[in-house]
């Protein structure tokens, strides 16, 4: 799970550099990784087929401008493919030329090959701060808007800032209800752990938290162990 890539030396924990990327990209091309779409993993969930060898799902939340401008170039240039969950509200802040988020044009540009779109609610607002009808609305608003502007996309929803109700089962079992019976194929939590194969529980994946003030090593970490292992 990734957000912003810089062009030059800037940082933090939401932005990777490009220099990082390439070398993050780099080790996953060299390491036999082979990259999904949203689409692969929503078939593998409908037909039950297994994944190819190490499988791996390279995601971008929120649709800030660089995921074109950046890293779709290194993209492209290690021969991945990846996805970004897009912000209907971001995007027509990305019409005006002072922001920092994605033009309808860089979506119709990107190659449908290598990237695909998924959802990643309305305007940002937390699923666990919302009522169900709430969520049933956000969900159908978010179809409206790329639906409208022939932006492709797949049913899966990255949840904003990974919230979702855990710990209560009931509240669980119904927002879990809504998502499906609204057609949410896959859904994506943060979590931080490696998903078993075949995927079950395909509304609560797991993602790693790809971040810009960590060091290769921790990455590399990540990516063979997921948290259970990690030293914190």
């Keep these: ?12 924990y939401l932005t990777v550099t490009k220099e990082d990327l390439e070398e993050q990209f ?11 779409l949203l689409s692969d993993l929503v078939k593998h969930v409908r037909s039950g087929n297994p994944l190819p060898r190490k499988p791996v799902l390279i995601t971008f939340d929120d649709g800030y401008r660089d995921n074109y401008t950046t890293m779709y170039p290194v993209l492209k240039k290690y021969g991945l493919k990846a996805n970004i969950f897009l912000v209907p509200a971001f995007l027509e802040q990305g019409e005006t030329p002072q922001d920092n988020y994605l033009q ?11 990237i695909e779109y998924g959802l990643h609610s309305y305007d940002h607002k937390s699923y666990k ?10 969900i159908n608003k978010c179809r409206q808007y790329l639906q409208e502007r ?5 049913d899966c929803l990255a949840y904003p800032y990974g919230a979702f109700p855990k710990r209560h089962p009931v509240k669980r079992r119904q927002f879990l209800n809504t998502l499906s019976g609204n057609g949410i194929i896959l859904a994506f939590r943060i979590g931080n752990r490696l998903n078993a194969l075949p995927l079950r529980r395909s509304l609560v994946i797991q993602r790693l938290d790809i971040r810009g003030d960590e060091p290769f090593e921790l ?6 162990k997921g948290k259970k292992l990690m030293p914190f």
């Design 219 to 224: 990455f590399k970490r990540k990516l063979q």
């Design 1 to 12: 799970m990734y957000h912003k890539i810089s062009s030059n030396t800037y940082r933090d």
């Design 129 to 138: 701060q919302l009522t169900l009808e709430e969520i049933e609305q956000d």
């Design 150 to 154: 022939k932006i492709a996309y797949q």
């Design 104 to 114: 309808l044009s860089d979506l119709h540009s990107m190659d449908p090959n290598l």
């Design 26 to 36: 780099l080790f996953l091309s060299q390491q036999g990784y082979t990259p999904l």
